[in-house]
């Protein structure tokens, strides 16, 4: 990213570029057209401005619905099968942060928000993972940050403070810090980050036809080149809001390599989905069936106890941080 001004012909061009991937990202996406969409991202990318954020998130949640891990609803043994997929070959399809043969390990930041984003479906069994931190080393990542879940932030008319639960306050806070360190750029490329900015968030946040997987090439390819291109030796991650929970919560795409040298295993819960919000009776319920914090991982375990009671084998954490 350059800080140097460009003149008003740049800037009308690089304008026009984004109006032409706008239109291309309001369509179902052909596999024709994606060489031409990356170029035009390939130009627009170099002013993108990125700034890296790093935290020590606590706790991450993970879903996993048993049956498309092993085609079956049966119990999970293994701890690969609580991760990402093992091999990039395994990997078909662009996905919201991921291109073709590129394996990411995709998290939340509330159990609730995993359970959103996977959508089972009554009658599955699933595997819920909580990971939590194992050592010192902070996440660092290239947050998505520049819309909300209501078009107006909510404040205070008394005191000026953001009335908390109707904003994604998170983000808010990125944006404000995004807008004051751009204050000083030189005015045509201030105009142009912002769009770009906003641009970007859009493709992370749109409802996209997953049955046709082009539709997700616009975020998968600028999560490829932030995560690979900008600092490929110290950007752990994406933080974007979740789609599936309207941008009220965040998720984290994160290196494969990064993942396992912050986080492991805390406590896994196996469940039976008996009620979906699609039935309109009060979002999702389900039946526990077991629990464990017993891992074998030099033999890449999942050490259930089948006859211990569940309840007293693991409580699940639900915090952010």
């Known amino acids: 990213m350059t800080e140097q001004e460009i003149s008003d012909f740049e800037l009308f061009l690089n304008l026009k570029n984004l109006e032409i991937l706008k239109d ?29 954020h790093s935290c020590s998130f606590k706790y991450l949640y993970r879903l996993v619905i048993n049956k498309r891990i092993v085609n079956n609803n049966v119990r999970l043994t ?18 919201r942060c991921n291109l073709p043969q590129q394996n990411i390990l995709y998290a939340s930041l509330s159990r609730m928000t995993a359970l959103d984003e996977m959508r089972p479906q009554k009658g599955d069994l699933i595997t819920e993972t909580v990971w939590k931190k194992k050592s010192d080393r902070r996440l660092t990542y290239i947050p998505i940050f520049a819309h909300q879940p209501t078009n107006q932030p909510m404040i205070n008319s008394n005191t000026g403070e953001i009335i908390p639960g109707l904003i994604n306050t998170r983000t808010f806070e990125i944006n404000q810090q995004f807008h004051l360190a751009i204050s000083n750029y030189p005015k045509n490329l201030r105009l142009l980050s912002i769009k770009l900015v906003q ?62 040298d912050i986080y492991e295993p805390f406590g896994v819960i196996e469940s039976v989905i008996t009620q979906t919000p699609s039935q309109g009776l009060g979002g999702y ?27 007293a084998t693991f409580k699940i954490i639900d915090c952010h941080y």
């Not at 390819?221 to 030796?233: M, T």
């Open 199 to 260: 641009f970007f968030a859009d493709c992370f946040s749109k409802q996209v036809n997953w049955t046709n997987h082009f539709n997700y090439l616009f975020s998968a390819y600028i999560a490829d080149k932030l995560l690979n291109k900008v600092d490929k030796e110290e950007i752990d991650a994406i933080y974007y809001p979740s789609v599936a929970d309207k941008l009220n919560s965040e998720n984290l795409a994160i290196k494969p390599t990064s993942f396992d």
């Open 285 to 311: 319920h389900m039946n526990m069936t077991l629990a464990t914090t017993t891992f074998d991982f030099k033999l890449d375990k999942i050490v259930w106890n089948e006859e211990k009671s569940t309840e």
């Open 78 to 95: 293994q701890v690969v099968n609580l991760k990402y997929p093992p091999k990039k070959e395994l990997v078909k399809k662009y996905g």
């Open 24 to 52: 291309f990202s309001g369509k179902e996406i052909e596999e024709s057209n994606a060489n031409f969409i990356i170029n035009l991202l390939d130009k627009l990318l170099i002013y993108f401005p990125y700034n890296k």
